[in-house]
């Protein structure tokens, strides 16, 4: 199986401020890597696929780069709505595999 | 747009066979995928495998001689069916559409396993 290697585990940040969320793949997927937001109680929310293809709804303060085996998920002004968990996912080989998750906190 | 709900016994005891429904509104299970995600306590999300209405299903090789995914097109619904259960099954199981990316996700739903 791929591994997918997610940093931080959490990070506080302010209101405005820009967040970075690394994964990093065991292999190469190109760039067959999603991005899911879970809130507590809620179904998880796809907002990237395709490494950096936002997903029809989602707000554009959310992106995504990287290819190969690094990648990067940012939220460009840290609104308190974003108070979620994120996960990365390869889709690249079967089985699926997702990152340890990032929680997103607000200081 | 496509909702997914989850429904099934939230406590099952070990060696028994877990049964989960995913009831689908806004879209027919004839179409896409249907897939089944979960996540232990404590632990990242662990994708257990997708089925089709053509018949097409791949699981998790780590739970692919427990798991079976069904779909149920009179009913719009789509089933995972897990035996063996152990502790280790205790997890907040998910369905989603999709094969190897969840687009859409149910809200999950908490199974236990336990005596």
């Known amino acids: 199986d791929i591994q997918m290697t997610q940093s931080p585990s959490s990070l506080s940040a302010s209101i405005g401020d820009r967040v970075t969320i690394t994964c990093q793949a065991s292999?190469?997927?190109?760039?067959?890597l999603n991005w899911h937001q879970h809130k507590p109680g809620k179904a998880p929310r796809l907002l990237i696929y395709?490494?950096?293809n936002l997903e029809s709804g989602v707000p554009s303060r959310f992106s995504g780069s990287g290819s190969g085996t690094d990648f990067t998920f940012t939220i460009s002004s840290l609104q308190p709505e974003d108070v979620a968990t994120y996960y990365c996912?390869?889709?690249?080989?079967?089985?699926?595999?997702f990152g340890g998750g990032t929680k997103v906190e607000i200081k | 747009q496509v909702q997914l709900q989850e429904s099934g016994p939230g406590l099952v005891k070990p060696s028994e066979t877990l049964s989960l429904t995913c009831t689908v509104s806004?879209?027919?299970?004839?179409?896409?995928?249907w897939s089944w995600i979960r996540q232990p306590p404590g632990k990242t999300l662990e994708w257990i495998g997708y089925?089709?209405?053509?018949?097409?299903?791949n699981y998790n090789p780590s739970l692919a001689s427990r798991a079976v995914i069904s779909l149920d097109t009179s009913k719009n619904q789509f089933t995972l069916r897990l035996t063996s259960l152990t502790s280790a099954d205790t997890a907040v199981y998910y369905c989603?559409?999709?094969?190897?990316?969840?687009?859409?996700w149910g809200q999950g739903t908490l199974v236990t396993v336990s005596s």
């Open positions: 989603a559409r999709g094969k190897a990316s969840p687009v859409s």
């Open positions: 806004g879209d027919s299970i004839r179409s896409f995928y």
């Open positions: 089925g089709s209405f053509s018949g097409t299903s």
């Open positions: 292999q190469d997927i190109l760039t067959s």
């Open positions: 395709g490494a950096s």
């Open positions: 996912q390869q889709s690249d080989n079967l089985p699926p595999t």
